[in-house]
């Protein structure tokens, strides 16, 4: 299983970007730099558990529902990129609303793999 400290961390980052990334929603903006930085080191903090995950998976562990927990991590992987890339598309507050919905999913996300690493469904 992954370091359990790092999903904590991610969480608490998830939680944190998507409180930030409300802000200019509710005033009416679209993101700027400090948003960005937010949002690439959850990226960043996401990474170093996708790395984890595979590193255990290469060392021979196997998680309950092995196809379902691979699935979860390539979208946990891939969820902070892609509101990245639709907020860029969205220079508006629904880009930033974009960014705190992604930031949101984060969390889920890594609930759900760690519910799946443990054998929960």
Do not use: K
């Not at 961390?9 to 944190?16: D, E, F, K, P, R």
């Amino acid at each position: 299983m992954p370091p359990h400290w790092l999903g904590t961390a991610v969480t608490i980052a998830g939680l944190l970007v998507a409180v930030w990334c409300l802000v200019p929603v509710l005033r009416d903006r679209a993101v700027d730099a400090s948003h960005w930085a937010a949002l690439g080191i959850l990226q960043a903090l996401v990474t170093a558990e996708v790395v984890a995950a595979i590193v255990h998976l290469a060392r021979g562990a196997h998680p309950h529902q092995y196809v379902t927990f691979i699935g979860y991590v390539v979208a946990l992987f891939l969820v902070p990129p892609l509101a990245m890339l639709l907020a860029r598309l969205e220079p508006t507050r629904w880009g930033a609303l974009i960014v705190t919905v992604g930031a949101v999913v984060v969390p889920v996300l890594i609930l759900r793999v760690n519910q799946l690493w443990s054998g929960g469904a």
